[in-house]
């Protein structure tokens, strides 16, 4: 496997996320007005942090890896804890089926019971956001070559706060196409697809479909919704020229700036290799050298 690319999925996934982080919630013409074209690494604007600033995308991400680093294997159970400690420390962003899930885990559901009991008490419209698909890429890179495996854990990975079938087999779905533009796959998208079609939700499969036929969707939708999360990620990562482009386009489209360019940029980043990466983005991050580290052990992970 190329170090390249599995250092671009942690990357790539840290500068959507910090990048899109200050124009969160913004319309496309309000960062126009603001911004021109964004792509440098902004202060402040939403959530008021500095640039660079990685936000629970990117943090969530970090509890996965760091379980999956030290234990050499995906525990859920782990991650869970992981998540209430990152929880408690106080994030200054987290999203609501987050928080509820979270919660019931601090009063002692287990990590099975605590995003389905969510769920279930979650009406149709608010069941289904993009809070697992945004934290599940690190999970691609330790089980690319076993895509049962891969399967199984990004669900559970999605079960821990987001239990709706649209999210955890969302999160497959993504990893899939990781795991196979890691492996060089001609066609990553395609390929997971047929991996998950028969058991996939029809809304989701529906959705990515005219993406893995290379189409031009002239409508894509910026919201927190995880169908169009992944639908406008996944098309703009894999039909970008460039690793910068697949981040910046997504992230100037507006809406929910920062999950859909972390979705983006660990789907690019899986693609073109971190090298490729804008480095005066990736030298912002505080984290990046962690995030490299990683990116190492879990290709040595689970062997």
């Known amino acids: 496997m190329d170090t390249d690319r599995t250092r671009g999925v942690l990357l790539g996934l840290a500068c959507g996320d910090a990048l899109g982080r200050p124009v ?51 525990r859920p159970g782990d991650v869970a804890d992981r998540f209430v400690d990152w929880y408690d420390s ?18 002692g559901a287990t990590w ?5 009991q969510v769920w279930e008490n979650s009406p149709e419209g608010q ?10 890429a690190p999970l ?23 239990a709706d079938p649209r999210c955890t087999w969302g999160c497959a779905v993504l990893n899939l196409t990781i795991a196979g533009l890691l492996e060089n796959n001609d ?5 997971a697809l047929d991996y998950v079609s028969s058991d996939a939700p029809d809304e989701l499969t ?22 169009h999360s992944l639908q406008t990620a996944l098309h703009d990562a894999l039909t970008a020229t460039t690793l910068d482009d697949a981040i910046v386009t997504p992230v100037n489209r507006g809406g929910d700036t920062d999950t859909i360019g972390a979705i ?13 990466l804008t480095e005066r983005w990736v030298s912002a991050i505080g984290e990046a050298n962690e995030l490299e580290t990683l990116a190492g052990q879990l290709m040595s992970s689970t062997k």
């Open 24 to 74: 969160e919630f913004m319309s496309a013409e309000e960062i126009a007005d603001e911004h021109g074209r964004l792509d440098h690494m902004v202060g402040f604007g939403t959530w008021n942090q500095p640039a660079g600033t990685i936000t629970d995308d990117t943090e969530q991400a970090l509890c996965i890896a760091r379980s999956v680093a030290e234990h050499g294997e995906f």
């Open 90 to 107: 106080g994030p200054f962003d987290i999203g609501r089926m987050t928080v509820r899930s979270l919660s019931r885990l601090k009063h």
């Open 112 to 116: 099975d019971e605590a995003g389905q």
């Open 127 to 136: 069941n289904a956001g993009n809070g697992s698909v945004m934290r599940c």
């Open 140 to 162: 691609a890179i330790p089980y690319a070559v076993d895509w049962d495996t891969l399967v199984d854990v990004s669900q559970q990975s999605s079960q821990i706060t987001h």
């Open 187 to 191: 066609t990553p998208l395609a390929d």
């Open 206 to 227: 529906e959705a990515l479909e005219p993406v893995a036929r290379g189409e031009s969707l002239d409508s894509l939708e910026t919201s927190g919704y995880v169908i």
């Open 264 to 276: 983006a940029g660990a789907v690019a980043g899986a693609r073109f290799g971190a090298s490729h």
